[in-house]
């Protein structure tokens, strides 16, 4: 029997009561993000917790953390709990357009891996549907409340497939957001791309930089030195 959670260095995921599970492309994301001057942190979808967990281990942040879905708001919630950093991290279990409401700050870093697949068919589980669709959670809501709540040199990074990832980015323009960065995560070299990790801000650039990051080698089991590298901190194995 599979453990219901995933165990990492400092912390630990609890993920039975949660649709989407730990997977390796959001470890990779939670990893390349620069915390290292941020005070204040949102992560929009939080699921388990994976991402607020993963940049406050290497930042000194508070972190607010939004999930709609409520089985998932308490597994975060139980996460958070059992970490070293729980007196930093802040669960609102609320729709993104609710925290909307009320919500009086600003933040440095805005992250999401959000709800993607605009244009696949449903697979007919609802709570996985739910996670992985543009139901719940429009883009629109993410680039309308990054541009009220994102300090003046702040970032908003998200995780999201290619051909969502183009859509997203013909959108940001509209709330003054520029695409600034994309990272495409490939498979292993020579391999398929399967997500982008893109960077937006305020500040206008003449053009993105393109870098990519390949998780496995070329004989697609061995883990590159660049994805070990950037794990290093989180995985037991490395």
């Known amino acids: 029997m599979r453990n219901s959670y995933f165990q990492f260095k400092q912390f630990r995921v609890e993920q039975d009561k949660c649709a989407?599970?730990?997977?390796?492309?959001?470890?990779?994301?939670?990893?390349?993000?620069?915390?290292?001057?941020?005070?204040?942190?949102?992560?929009?979808?939080?699921?388990t917790g994976l991402l607020s967990l993963m940049v406050a281990q290497r930042s000194t942040a508070t972190i607010d953390a939004v999930e709609?879905?409520?089985?998932?708001?308490?597994?975060?919630?139980?996460?958070f709990a059992i970490s070293p950093w729980n007196e930093r991290l802040n669960l609102h279990p609320v729709s993104l357009q609710e925290f909307a409401n009320?919500?009086?700050?600003?933040?440095?870093?805005?992250?999401?891996?959000?709800?993607?697949?605009l244009a696949s068919l449903k697979s007919g589980n609802a709570a996985k549907d739910s996670a992985k669709h543009t139901g719940d959670l429009f883009?629109?809501?993410?680039?309308?409340?990054?541009?009220?709540h994102l300090t003046q040199q702040g970032k908003l990074y998200i995780l999201l497939p290619p051909a969502e990832?183009?859509?997203?980015?013909?959108?940001?323009?509209?709330?003054?957001l520029n695409l600034t960065e994309t990272i495409e995560v490939l498979t292993y070299i020579n391999g398929q791309c399967i997500?982008?990790?893109?960077?937006?801000?305020?500040?206008?650039?003449?053009?993105?930089?393109?870098k990519q990051i390949h998780i496995r080698e070329a004989d697609k089991v061995t883990y590159t030195s660049e994805f070990t590298e950037l794990l290093r901190e989180y995985y037991l194995a490395f």
């Open 20 to 47: 989407m599970k730990v997977c390796t492309d959001t470890c990779l994301f939670g990893a390349t993000i620069d915390v290292a001057h941020a005070e204040r942190i949102l992560d929009i979808g939080t699921g």
């Open 68 to 79: 709609i879905n409520p089985y998932a708001a308490a597994q975060a919630k139980e996460n």
């Open 165 to 176: 990832a183009t859509h997203f980015a013909k959108l940001a323009p509209a709330h003054q």
């Open 139 to 148: 883009f629109e809501d993410i680039l309308s409340f990054a541009q009220k």
């Open 102 to 117: 009320y919500n009086q700050q600003h933040y440095d870093i805005i992250l999401s891996n959000p709800p993607f697949f």
């Open 195 to 210: 997500r982008h990790i893109q960077t937006y801000s305020f500040q206008p650039v003449d053009s993105p930089t393109i």
